[in-house]
């Protein structure tokens, strides 16, 4: 028996002027930006926590808490690469990323190409094990009325395979 591990990440930032806009670790043109005590990139929020949860290893909030003052400004590409640095998932492997951005506007898909790519650099592995998808809300909710973005991911963790 194989053993298989799945986790699943959701996150919400708030859409506000001022701020420049980052999803997967790509800055997006955008008259607003994503509110936050990081670069509040939701996209790499929800895998960060998707990871997380796959090995029931807490979430980022836990990891890298907004009252520490080392973590202001972070770049979360950095972030979700110390989480899969961390040993808990040194018997683990990325099986695939699936990440769904909820978003009245930007559009996603002419960046979904460089986001799989970015990801996939963060991981260490390659783009063709990481999807990333774009939707809207039909104009209904929070993301409807483009008042934030919306992330959510799931993954799968492999075993590693064994040496030799
Ligand atoms: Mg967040």
Sequence with gaps: MTDLRIGSGFDVHRLVPGRRLFLCGVEIPFELGLDGHSDADAALHAIADALLGAVAHGDIGEH??????????????????????????GNWRIGNIDLTIIAERPKIAPYREQMRRRV??????????????????????????GEGIAAHCTVLLLPKRREG
Excluded: Q
């Design 120 to 145: 996939a650099a963060a991981l260490d592995i390659f783009p063709d094990r990481v999807s990333v998808k774009g939707t809207t809300t039909e104009g209904l909710g929070f993301t409807g009325r």
């Design 64 to 89: 890298f808490p907004d009252s520490d003052p080392r973590w202001r400004g972070a770049d979360s590409f950095e972030l979700l690469r110390r989480v899969w640095a961390m040993p808990v998932f």
